[in-house]
Structure formats: structure tokens, C-alpha cells
């Protein structure tokens, strides 16, 4: 069974940092790209970022460049995300989704969500 | 970036009823290549991760009931719920993957009249 679970969302000032993490299971991790796709509260998803298999190359939505990094472990089953510079626009439910191998950008696999608050 | 707005923010039907919910895209999401249009729906029910429901525009995901269904080309789209059930209460998202960034409709709440 494919599973996902992140851990590492909480409460942040402006300008602070905070690490998500997303471990991986019941797949071959390292054969998939994956995706951050964020929600505010009350709100709808947005994509964030995307990795690929190997970890070799990322991609960043425009308001998210420079502040958030992407990264994964493979040895690890873990996907991370490092946010810095943290802003209130940031605060929303953060979840992790696998890519489909049918096409890029379908995600067939999301986890729970972690929820991300940023305020002073 | 592709811009994806579904006509509708929320929407009651009675059980058993059909709901059919609208998304439309800002260009032309269908590759002429490989004849696709790269639009996908989703559910979300209350404090859950969306799920994927619907991909290709009308490729039911394995497992999905079959009274969701698909349609449209281009830059119009629909999903519909033939017959409604109480389980399918739940916010249905619209998502185009022609492009990065991708992208998603606001969203739209579906609730039993």
C-alpha cells in the first residue's frame, strides 16, 4: 500500500524557517518524482515545487523561488521541503503527492498534510 | 500560466440526482501529439488529501465508481456524477498539467439539496 506521511509543519514568525518531511512507502521511492502542493486555509491547491527522480533537478512555482528548497533522500524513502524567509502568505496545509507514470504532473498518491502557520 | 476557473463555487443536488460541474482553462489544454488533453479532477472530502478521481479529461483512475465521468476538449470541461450519493459530498478540483506551473480551478462544492 502506497503511503505518504509528512511530518514537521508547526507555528513560525515572519522570516523563519521551517523543514517538512515526507516519508515514502509501499512504493520503489526512488523511481518517481514528486510534488508540493500547498492549500490555504478555506482555500484551494496550489502547486509549489516538484523534484525529480533522482533528486537532480528542481522546479519552483514563482512565489515560492529562493525561499523554498526542495530535496530528497532516496536511500531515506524521504522528501523534504526547507522553507526559509518565511512569509504569512506561506500558512496553509502542505502536502506531498507522488507523479503519476502515466504523465507528468498527475499526481495519483497525496499525503495527509502538514499544516504550516506563519504569523507574528 | 494557465488559468483554471470552474463556473460554479458551490452546488446542491438532491440524492440520486446528476451533477455535472464545469471547469474551464485560459488556452487550449489538448496536445495534438499524442491527442490528450492534460486535465484532471479530483475530490476532496472534509480533512482529507484530494484523491484522484478522473485524468485525460475522461480516464476513470482504477477504482473510481463508474457514475463519474469525464468530458470536454480544449478548454472546456465537465465532470459528472450521474446519480448522487451521499459519499460524494465534497469539494471536486479541476487541475491542467500542459504546463508548468500546474495548475488548479478554484474549486467547487458539491452538497446534497
Known amino acids: 500500500e502506497v503511503q505518504l506521511v509528512v511530518s514537521g509543519g508547526g507555528s513560525a514568525q515572519p522570516g523563519g524557517s521551517l523543514r517538512l518531511s515526507c516519508a515514502a512507502s509501499?512504493?520503489?521511492?526512488?523511481?518517481?518524482?514528486m510534488h508540493w502542493v500547498r492549500q490555504p486555509p478555506g482555500k484551494g491547491l496550489v502547486w509549489v515545487s516538484r523534484i525529480n527522480s533522482d533528486g537532480s533537478t528542481t522546479t519552483y512555482a514563482d512565489s515560492v523561488q529562493g525561499r523554498l528548497t526542495m530535496s530528497r533522500d532516496n536511500a531515506k524513502n524521504t522528501l523534504y521541503l526547507q522553507m526559509n524567509s518565511l512569509r504569512v502568505e506561506d500558512t496553509a496545509m502542505y502536502y506531498c503527492?507522488?507523479?503519476?507514470?502515466?504523465?507528468?504532473?498527475?499526481?495519483?498518491?497525496w499525503g495527509q498534510g502538514s499544516l504550516v502557520t506563519v504569523s507574528s | 500560466d494557465i488559468v483554471m476557473t470552474q463556473s460554479t463555487d458551490s452546488l446542491a443536488v438532491s440524492l440520486g440526482e446528476r451533477a455535472t460541474i464545469n471547469c474551464k482553462s485560459s488556452?487550449?489544454?489538448?496536445?495534438?501529439?499524442?491527442?490528450?488533453?492534460?486535465l484532471i479532477w479530483y475530490q476532496q472530502k472534509s480533512g482529507q488529501p484530494p484523491k484522484l478521481l478522473i485524468y485525460w479529461a475522461s480516464t476513470r483512475e482504477s477504482g473510481v465508481p463508474d457514475r463519474f465521468s469525464g468530458g470536454g476538449s480544449g478548454t472546456d470541461f465537465t465532470l459528472t456524477i450521474s446519480s448522487l450519493q451521499a459519499e460524494d459530498v465534497a469539494v471536486y478540483y479541476c487541475q491542467q498539467h500542459y504546463s508548468i506551473p500546474y495548475t488548479f480551478g478554484q474549486g467547487t462544492k458539491l452538497e446534497i439539496k
Open positions: 503527492a507522488r507523479e503519476s507514470s502515466v504523465s507528468q504532473g498527475l499526481f495519483d498518491y
Open positions: 509501499g512504493f520503489t521511492f526512488s523511481n518517481y518524482w
Open positions: 488556452q487550449s489544454v489538448f496536445y495534438n501529439s499524442n491527442n490528450k488533453n492534460y
